[in-house]
Nanobody, 116 residues
């Protein structure tokens, strides 16, 4: 059984930056694609960014050019660097590990609040 633990959330002003991290326990990390999702109050959870096992990154349109996802396979960690943050980026951010044919793993979430 693997666990994902997010960290790095907080309160930041518009235009500021935050770096989220997701640490994976167990032996799953190198075999799983990793992704970040977010959910604002009263909204559905939405996909933000993902990175494959070979490091290919993809982004949702509203964050492309401002966010960067990366993975450190040696440290079993995935990061989400968030720059030029906007109030609409405020949400709880979740890390997800996925592998074809396997149930996904989710973290517990970390809160990001961007003040205007």
């Amino acid at each position: 059984q693997a666990q994902l633990v997010e960290s790095g959330g907080g309160l930041v002003q518009t235009g500021g930056s935050l770096r989220l991290s997701c640490a994976a326990s167990g032996s799953i990390f190198n075999e799983y694609g990793m992704g970040w999702f977010r959910q604002a109050p009263g909204q559905q959870r939405e996909w933000v960014a993902a990175i494959t096992t070979d490091g290919t990154a993809v982004y949702e349109d509203s964050v492309r050019g401002r966010f960067a996802i990366s993975r450190d396979n040696a440290a079993n960690t995935v990061h989400l660097q968030m720059n030029n943050l906007k109030p609409e980026d405020s949400a709880t951010y979740y890390c997800k590990a996925t592998k074809l044919g396997k149930d996904p793993y989710w973290g517990q979430g970390t809160q990001v609040t961007v003040s205007s």
